[in-house]
């Protein structure tokens, strides 16, 4: 690689640390990189890592209770360290500019958009209020916005979030900055909608010659974007070098840990993961020597005593470990303990048992808004003027639909937010009332079943949440939220109830001990085992889990994911999987239904999902998802129009199809088809066409470990 | 796996203004309990021969026109004023909490209801509030500090069902229920614990609205009634001799600027320490 | 925007109409009979009798409500019964005079309460942060009848600069006439700028806080652009509600303040209708003032909505 060029932006040794009331927090310790003119750099890192740190200090953005110190730091020759204020705002939005992570509190709710966008070109080009009004839509034009004149007149809230994010970037562009940093610019996007928001970013890069900084704990989002990758670990460099020779030989043990934590998106054999164990270093009074070496398997005695040198595997690559030379030939795996071939037979308990769970054309609608709001204005044909009329707009979160999970067995549930999954999990559980159709659970028939009828299914079922930090009671310890549980079903009561919690916490490979804490005092990731303890206190047989990894770290989602598939195995449990990461659901579940806005377009085995034919929902799905391990993007979805729109007719997902057929798509209900027994789509494509399509996933190659 | 860290941070340390409130508070509060035993003279007690003194060595804060001490009925009056604003304070804790937790947690009608109600007796500016309830039965004590309570509940309610609706879409809810836990359960085991330090520091500032109010509904007169050492009742007397007499009102009005003052930076120190926000520090 | 202010309009004829009933009902239970206040302790039980015939005070209490209620409509508020006047004339006198001093009062809490609270936010933790922060303690841990005391102790008997009370009409000079109303604006605004501007502060210092304005930090903008055309705008929000209530805080406040500086405005009226428990004197004077604050409260929704596109264009454009 090496550019001839001199580097536009060279960081060298930088410090940023916090004074908190507990100590010195020590945020970024001897950070170094360089960015080429026309390069694209990668920040990767896990929660904690300091990631978004390094961009408010590049910036000038950091608070007054910030301390930043650097050998250098310099941007296009100049000195960052030595700008007076006036000069570092000049160069903030001129120079640099960012787009933030979520879009719609970026934008300033009370601001047309087209004047947010219009900003900087007045403050930093000079130019007149309605010169720059015009330059904004044409800017608007350009990063993919249809209807520019009107979205530049429109609000944020009256955006998509793809679309708040287009126009934040649209602004970030606005006095053509040489630099772009981007910090999470998709994380809070759907996964078709992070994929046109890649597309745009590379496009934009090209014609602009921009150099970028890509923020991300998303390692496939930077694989696919970055020329090179800088790898972070609380506050430290510890791997940087050229993307893909990172992602394919990766030389620091930390890297290594968390690409064997990733799941696959792939046909075939799964490999167990292969987690980091223990949790990141507290900042406050970090550990002495290298600061994975609590971590890392690999350690040794010099690893406690001393920080690590860089040393270089290769061109263009540093690492930051003492055995950086030693390890080359250990896997992961073989360090940590030697990887398992997931599941032989890891299907279902019992073919031939009746299902556990089934639901049957299960509806639930939602009105949008109160009733005032379905007032407005309508004007008939043939009258002069317009008569008030009260017709409110439904929500169909739920419509029809129907499933089965036999004992033992995993069903993964993915779509994208809103599209109903979580109402779905809920509904099922029975936490929300359905309108319409049927739940049976163990045979017994809840939709419309009175709370006393329905506690003995209570015992049975059972729910995991997405968030740790909102899924127990900040004001109980650990051994009450998982006694209670026992006390309501009369399971269990003193002696006998504190050893049963002590043998859940050891379920979910957690000590006794923990029964005494509170949540404040644990990690997330045990947080979500005390949570995951809670729901089989009461020895359920079907388990809801609702995102349950998603909201963790890839490091500690590994470790929960093999806790889950060990859960199922050694007590026989079944699962509805919700989650919108395909990876996981690959990795996890036996049987996927694919759904979308409030139905299901696409059911199989997770090898019949996986592989064509596919539902133009689940191809554009699969290969949007960004990898680090070849498979390219190709097919695109539109931006989704208002929710509501959708009149109960044609196929639900005709509005962003891009193999719509044409008017029978608009008007008629799409027929399932059955490639093969148990896989079903909704689609008006011939099977042929569908099959003919090249699979985005895969086949992972027997036997061999990621 | 290692155990994670067992204290989160170090303690710490009580706000500045937390400490100042209180000490006034607790002096305060001091002078309610033991006020009548220490003061020089019983509080209603006439020295006809010393009517409308000046501060002097004798009498502190000065006489009044029947020559009682000002400065006993101050110290007497602190037990009336606190008793005042805490048992005020007591009465909309109650009935605010209930209605709030209510409202927050069962939504749909009884919400849509109840939020009427309190809009419509928030409409009426407190004073007048106050003063219609008072007038419904000739003046009493414990009249007023009813009136004063009820003027006050809105706020309280408004506090309890805005956390109890936040805390009501928490994952540990949605858990309660999916073990089939009843209402009650849910709102006093699971939402109640999590709900008070809002309600606590929004209360401890009722308080200082609650001596307010009755102090100006005394002043009115139709609070506490003579010949009682009411603070708010000493000022409307002491109208009549400002030319004369300035003390007779100035140094009521001190004292309870200065108890209110104390209570206000008691709450603000409260605000300040549970705060979960400043909690956590930065990070 | 016409349908959410017709909304909003709807919404207080109901609120008023509700008010009208409740407060018909709660005079009704109000001690003392109507007729022996009139009369006085001695009247005869035939007197009594007579009167409560010719007041119609014998008729079902939905007749007497429905009476009273479109003698309202056409504007006639009744007799009030200690005066023996009709109170019409009264009470738009009295209203007259305090919604001067009303409307000047809210000016200046309005003004000098988000000045201060932006000036406190904007120079955070500095020396004038805390002077407002002192100054905004006193206000609301003082009590309006008090501060009113002491101004007459020391502007008009110790100072002599002003009169100390009472009410001169502007037909008489207007430096009388204004001389009489700097007391009461005065006492009846120091509780509500500390009010405000300790809302405004706080809100200001959340949007300062707010991702969006980083986002407009980031974009390198001028400090007072961010201040005033990205901050400001948002932070207003939560205080145009807030100075709707402190309306209804405002008409308590002339209650104390009028009693104090001997006012002859709509306080004091309701302070004697109350105090002499006349019954029509008080539906009349309280309707007024619930009429004004639901008025006040309109015109904070509708300003509230202009401020805020989320009410304005509650739809996407998409």
Redesign the interface.
Known sequence: MAPPEAPLLEVEDLCVS?A????V?R?LHGVSFRLAPGEALGLAGESGSGKSTVALAL?G?L?P?AALSARRLRFGGRDLLSLSPEEK??????GM??V?Q?PF????????VGRQVA??MV??RGLAESEALAAAIGLLHQVGIPRPE??AR??P????GG?QQRA?IA?ALA?EPELLILDEPTTALDVTIEAQILDLLESLRRMRRLSILFISHNLGVIHRLCDSVCILYAGEVCETGPTKTVFRDPAHPYTRGLLASLPRLAVGDRPRLSPI???LP???EPPPGCLFH?RCPYGEPRCRRASPLFSSPGPGRAVRCWRAEEIGGVSWEEAVGGARPLAAGGGPAEKAAPPLVVVRDLRKRYRL?GF??A???EKPAGRKLPRPSWAPRFLHALDGVSLAIAPGEVLGLVGESGCGKTTLG?TI?R?IDPDDGAIAVDGREIARAS?RE??PV?RLA??V???PD??????KTVGE?IG??LE??GLATGAQARRRVGELLEMV???P?YAS?YP????GG?KQRV?IA??LA?SPRFLVCDEAVSALDVSVQAAVLNLLEDLRRELGLAFLFITHDLSVVAHLAHRVLVMYRGGICEEGTIAQVLRPPFHPYTEALLSAVPRIDGGRSRIRLR?E??AAEFAGRGCRFQQRCPRILGEICRTVTPPPLEPAAGHRILCHHRLETLAAVPSPVDEAAPGAPS | MPAGPLETGARRRLPGNLVAGAAVVLAIALAALVGPWVAPFPYDEFHIRDRLQAPNALYWFGTDEYGRDVFSRVLVGSRLSLLLGVAATAVSLVGGVALGLAAGFFRGRIDEWLMRLMDLLMSFPPVILGLLILAVTPPSLWKTVLAVGIVYIPAIVRVTRSVTLELAQEEFILAARARGESAGYILFREILPNAWPPIIVEASLRVTFAILLGAALSFLGMGAQPPSSDWGLMISEARSYLDQAWWMAVFPGLVMCLTVVGINLLGDGLREWLDPRLRHGGA | MVLYTLRRLVLIVLLLGVMSVLLFAITQVLPGNVARMILGQFATPDAIEAVETRLGLKDPLVIQYGRWFFGIVRGDFGQSLIMERPIGPVLAEALGRSAVLAALSFVLVASVGILLGVIAAVRKNRPIDHAVSVFSYLGISVPEFFWGIAFILVFARWLGWLPSAGYSPIGEGFGNWFARLIGPTLTLTFTLIAHVSRLTRSSMLETLRSRYVLAARAKGLPERVILFRHALRNALLPTITVLAIDVGWLFGGIVVVETVFAFPGLGRLVAFAIERRDLPLIQATLLVITAVYCLANLAADLLYAALNPRIRYARRTS
């Open positions: 916090y908190t009331a507990a100590g927090l945020a910036l953005l608070g209770e705002r000049r160069l903030r939005g001129g500019a960012i933030f979520d509190t970026a934008l300033n709710p009370s601001l047309p900003e900087p403050f930093h009107v979205v429109s609000y809230h009256q955006l998509s679309m934040l602004t006095a164990p223990g949790t507290d900042l406050l609590p808004g005032w709001d007032l407005g204005w809920r559980l936490l709370e329905i506690r209570r059972q729910i949440f997405q968030n909102s899924s127990l009671n900040p004001r939220i209670r549980p309501r079903f490979r957690l000590t001990s804490r404040h005092q644990l990690s045990e949570g809670r729901a009461t931006e129009g208002p």
